[in-house]
């Protein structure tokens, strides 16, 4: 079968490949794949800056933004053939520790987790996967190609639900105003479950795009070109979906009092800038702020992503799709084209 596959470690390695059908090991559920979507992590695997290949291999299989079709499944397993379904990326440290112990294997403390696609596992870009019961999740079948969306959602689920849990902190907390620097899929897919939360939405992008602009504005939102030290406004929760070393030195400090900012995205490392750190700390001590980071999901977050895609407005999310790469030019999709928001890799 074929597989999109690159040599962990090694720039421009990436290619399609004939493998051998997925083991068994890798699961009793048999799943055909219909498209994988890509991603910053996979430009990075293909880049040579990150990725590892499964114990005594020499390639990876990639791709962890997963969308197939149920073609074989152990009876009772609560999925059927024919069923939509999305698979999970990460799995539990063999140990395992306290986090992975009950589930919570996004929060693994020992960094002994694997995961599909990325780390020590061979991921979904391939014809046909085999994955576990446990770490499969089923999609609503009106949602069709935009379930593809469905990891990308559940880290932005995560984000939320962590978000929600350390403004409770306080009984007082009510936000309205959220902010969310970046307007690719992450960041328009946290707007999209702060709109179902009935905040304020602003959307703030480096680029005047006018599809997302129209993609903010259907959600009730407003969108924002202009510099941030240049949007007067004061939010509540500011989500950092760019990794953009120098918006994430400018989203510190920015919120209303008590407010919260989660750092969404992922940045390389070496880049330094002049900041009054002093000033910094004084601010947020005195207004009680919150930074924290935060990345990977567990089950649960999958499952809230599920329900927030299916409360969402289907059309929307379809457009979020910009463009489709058949397998033999797969390596297409790792471009940045102006008008792209989410690429995938058609199986179909």
């Not at 590892?52 to 999925?79: D, F, M, N, W």
């Not at 379904?85 to 799995?91: A, D, P, S, T, Y």
């Not at 880290?155 to 350390?166: G, L, N, S």
Request: glycine share 10%.
């Amino acid at each position: 079968m074929r597989a999109l596959t690159v040599a962990p470690g090694t720039a421009n390695s990436a290619q399609v490949e004939d493998v051998a059908d997925p083991p068994l090991s890798d699961g009793a559920v048999l799943v055909r794949t219909v498209a994988v979507g890509v991603c910053g992590t996979d430009r990075e695997i293909v880049s040579g800056r990150y990725g590892s290949a499964p114990p005594g291999q020499r390639r990876l299989g990639i791709g962890h933004e997963s969308l197939g079709i149920v073609q074989a499944a152990p009876a009772g397993c609560g999925v059927n053939a024919g069923d939509l379904v999305v698979g999970i990326v990460r799995r539990p440290d063999p140990v395992p520790c306290a986090a992975c112990a009950v589930g919570e294997w996004d929060m693994c403390r020992n960094g002994l987790y694997t995961e599909r696609g990325i780390k020590e596992r061979n991921g979904f870009g391939a014809e046909f996967f085999r994955v576990e019961p446990d770490f499969l999740v089923k999609v609503d079948p009106s949602l069709g190609i935009a379930s593809v969306l469905l990891e990308p959602t559940s880290v932005v689920a995560k984000a939320w639900d962590h978000t929600e849990r350390i403004g409770q902190r306080s009984r007082s907390w009510q936000p309205k105003t959220l902010l969310i620097t970046g307007a690719g899929p992450v960041g328009l897919l946290a707007a999209l479950i702060g709109a179902q939360r009935g905040l304020e939405v602003h959307v703030l992008d480096h680029n005047d795009n006018l599809k997302k602009r129209e993609l903010v504005r259907q959600l009730g939102g407003t969108y924002h070109t202009e510099d941030l030290a240049h949007l007067r406004l004061k939010p509540d929760i500011l989500m950092e979906c760019t990794g953009a070393p120098i918006v994430v030195r400018d989203v510190l400090g920015r919120t209303a009092s008590a407010g919260i900012v989660c750092l969404v995205g992922v940045t390389a490392s070496g880049h330094d800038f002049d900041i009054d750190v002093g000033a910094l700390n004084r601010n947020m001590v005195l207004d009680n702020d919150t930074v924290f980071g935060t990345v990977n999901a567990n089950r649960r977050h999958y499952e809230m992503a599920s329900e927030a895609l299916q409360r969402a407005d289907k059309a929307w999310l379809h457009r979020l799709i910009t463009r489709r790469e058949p397998v033999e030019q797969w390596t297409q999709a790792l471009e940045r084209l102006p008008d792209d928001i989410k690429v995938i890799v058609d199986f179909s």
